[in-house]
């Protein structure tokens, strides 16, 4: 069995185009309520939870409502569709709004923003299920680890183009005012492009029949599965499912603290500019492009559950070593480099197998339904984090991003000491056989 990495290339450009979007909306939208509008950091948190809140209803919704379409387009790519376009032309209100309260600073220009936000929150809420649960459609259950490495590289590329983009254009110091026009439509672009690359050379309901084939001649990949659509898992099988769910949450309250206010953490402790700190999450973001592929196959030989512990303890000791540094120097140091590495070789190893051993656990007519639940609960965590995190920025003190950070995912890996289903089958491939998959 041998994964078709040419196919789910084209997929995950879905997914490259929604973390081009968050990319951009982590790494601007604080900078522009707390420095343009000048909204304080506990309330732009609240504001910055506000995505997390519409998701938890959102997400579920829209990746059942996907399961049940029957567009001859396939059952998510219209969401993807309408969802991309919707969200391009909301997003490209908000830098000229921003622009005109600078100019002229008024009341209603801060509703429309928010207003604004919060439409182009809903328009990515309607797509980002099911253009998720597109690759599990279209992968056998026990590729799905490396499929989802690519799924998440192709994700790392978006991210990092935006960052190499923001780190050549805002160069100036952080009390200089720089219009973000040129950025959003930087981005906007992008998300055109990857849609146009899933409306052309996806061809979303032939990948589904091969993928529904394949499973009805190997009915063994499905054994954790519940056997029909709507019937209750085995109470083993909801245990494993709670704990994971609960893992999920734990680690995005730490991981997410930090990529929400590191921008302006590094502005107030460091005087980086957005440039300068988006290096930092450049490099990030390169650990993990380069491990994403070695991760999935680690998984495949080791099994999701072990990789995903290993990569919350990492994780948890990144967050606790930068929390040291900062105990001992006030200026950034690119000694800090290497653990931006760390940082983002951790969180590959924690994205590549979550995902998949939460739809492990179902059958390929509910995906959409579970891609949702693993939503709901991503999305729940991060309600509260911009919140906590930006309230212990203004009335604790800004070295304490880190530790909250590390506190949140090391229990993460205590409770995935309790996850007993979802992994893989663990392979008995020796050398480069290993690494041998289809283009």
């Known amino acids: 069995m041998k994964l078709n990495t040419k196919r789910t290339v084209l997929v995950g450009f879905a997914f490259l185009s929604i973390c081009a979007f968050w990319q951009m909306y982590d790494n601007l ?26 998701a938890l209803f959102l997400l579920p919704l829209f990746g059942g409502l996907s399961d049940k379409c029957k567009s001859p387009l396939g059952r998510r790519r219209p969401f993807i569709l309408f969802g991309t376009l919707t969200a391009v032309v909301l997003m490209m209100a908000l830098p000229l709004l921003t622009d005109s309260f600078h100019a002229e600073p008024a ?90 690359v899933v409306m052309f050379f996806v061809n979303e309901p032939k990948l589904v029949a091969e993928q529904k084939a394949y499973e009805d001649a190997h009915p063994e990949d ?32 730490g991981y997410n603290g930090v990529t929400t206010w590191f921008s302006v953490y590094a502005a107030e402790s460091w005087n980086m500019t957005l440039g300068q700190a988006n290096t930092c999450l450049t490099i990030a973001t390169a650990g993990a492009i380069v491990s994403y592929i070695p991760v999935g196959n680690v998984a495949s030989k080791l099994g999701r559950r072990k ?56 059958k390929g007519s509910e995906v959409g339904k579970f891609t949702g639940l693993y939503y709901t609960f991503s999305m729940s965590a991060q309600i509260a984090t911009p919140i906590v995190a930006g309230w212990l920025l203004e009335n604790v003190a800004y070295k304490a991003l880190f530790p909250y950070a590390a506190i949140f995912v090391f229990a993460s890996f205590l409770t995935m000491g309790f996850v007993k289903h979802g992994d893989n089958k663990v392979e008995a491939k020796k050398g480069l056989e290993a690494f041998d998959i289809d283009d």
């Open 307 to 362: 990789t995903i512990r290993f990569g919350t303890l990492l994780l948890s000791g990144s967050f606790a070593a930068a929390f040291v540094y900062t105990m001992f120097s006030n200026a950034f140091s690119p000694v800090l480099y290497a653990l931006f590495i760390l940082v983002g070789v951790a969180w590959a190893s924690i994205n590549v197998n979550s995902l998949p051993m939460v739809v492990e656990m179902c």
């Open 222 to 253: 499905n054994l954790t599965a519940v056997t029909e659509s709507g019937e209750a898992l085995p109470a083993d099988v909801k245990h494993s499912l709670s704990f994971l769910l609960v893992s999920i949450a734990l680690w995005f309250i």
């Open 29 to 54: 939208i604080p900078k522009i309520l707390t420095e343009t509008f000048g909204i304080g950091e506990s309330i732009s948190g609240i504001i910055m939870a506000s995505d997390n809140i519409l």
């Open 107 to 196: 009341a209603w220009k801060t509703i429309c923003f928010i207003i604004g936000l919060g439409l182009l929150l809903i328009a990515m809420g309607t797509y980002r299920s099911p253009a998720v649960a597109l690759m599990p459609d279209v992968t056998p259950k026990p590729l799905r680890s490396k499929a989802n490495a690519i799924i998440n590289l192709m994700g790392a590329v978006g991210g990092i183009i935006y960052l190499i983009i923001t780190t050549f254009l805002y160069k100036t110091t952080s009390d200089v005012y720089v219009s973000y026009l040129p950025l959003f439509a930087i981005v906007g672009g992008i998300m055109l492009a990857a849609l146009a």
